[in-house]
């Protein structure tokens, strides 16, 4: 059978780990990104390269984006050169992403009137995974487009779950972020009030890693807070993102979440520290800050 040819735009360090992943399963690529070495590099494996996301779209049978925000996704999919303007009827956007559900289900909606599918697929693991086609993947959106584009993502996932209708994907996605974001954020504090009280911090994770409250979250945080080593791959200032994404939804569902608007205001103020490039256990040294 023949392979789908693939349109990838966003080549940041997961993305241009997933192409390189789709190029060395023989898929034909066609890439789109505003970094040229990014591009370069996918272009010297055997992708072409597309200008607009009009000419991406129109060559392809299936979109994928790996992009930072919902705004950014919008501007490509409704710019006047954009996905929507170039997408073939039959052709299916996978939106890796983390963005807004809200926003998911709109584009969704204006693609089925253009006969085109949509998923939305974020992502759990690393860059690592990605090269190797391990990923953790939470795809969402109908059915009979979930399985046109499902074998893809197969190659490129670990583990392939379908969540239901569009949207659901992101959904889970930002819920997730939330449990884990706050979790990092309450070890932090909790390593940063023991080292402000005087105690020893290998200790406190001695006695906690002994209980239930213990969890690779946990590691990471005592990593940082008592070893000084940064591992967990995710910035405070993507976080700090998400959580505003998570608040956005919560609204949109008529509820409120004050756990999480915690959680983002002291994101927000590590942010403004000058923290954000930061690993999320790095909002460690906010903490100890904090003493007045």
């Not at 706050?182 to 911090?201: C, E, I, N, R």
Request: charge should be negative; charged fraction near 15%.
């Amino acid at each position: 059978m023949t392979k789908p040819t693939i349109g990838f735009i966003g080549l940041g360090l997961m993305g241009g780990s997933m192409v390189e992943n789709l190029q060395n399963r023989d898929y034909q690529v066609t890439v789109m990104d505003l970094n040229a070495d990014a591009v370069a590099a996918c272009v010297a494996r055997g992708a072409k390269e597309a200008k607009t996301g009009k000419e991406l779209a129109e060559n392809v049978d299936i979109v994928m984006l790996c992009l930072t925000t919902s705004a950014v996704v919008e501007k490509l999919v409704y710019g006047d050169d954009g996905i929507l303007a170039g997408i073939k009827p039959g052709a299916v956007l996978v939106d890796f992403g983390t963005s807004i559900p809200a926003s998911t289900r709109k584009i969704g909606a204006d693609l089925a009137a253009k006969g085109a599918g949509m998923v939305d697929a974020p992502l759990g693991r690393t860059p690592a995974h990605a090269k190797q086609g391990l990923l953790n993947i939470m795809a969402a959106g109908d059915i009979e487009v979930f399985n046109k584009v499902k074998p893809v993502l197969e190659e490129q996932g670990e583990n392939v779950f379908h969540l239901g209708a569009l949207g659901a994907g992101h959904t889970t996605k930002l819920v997730n972020n939330f449990m884990g974001m706050t979790t990092v954020a309450t070890m932090s504090q909790a390593f940063a009030v023991a080292k402000l009280a005087g105690v020893d911090g290998q200790q406190l994770f001695d006695i906690m890693s002994a209980g239930p409250s213990n969890s690779p979250f946990m590691q990471f945080c005592k990593n940082y807070a008592v070893d000084g080593v940064s591992d967990l791959g995710f910035s405070i200032a993507n976080a700090n993102k998400d959580l505003g994404y998570f608040l956005e939804m919560v609204s949109d569902l008529g509820t409120e979440s004050q756990i999480a608007q915690g959680t983002s205001a002291n994101l927000q103020a590590a942010l403004d520290a000058g923290l954000g490039n930061g690993n999320v256990p790095e909002i460690f040294d906010y903490f100890v800050g904090l003493k007045k």
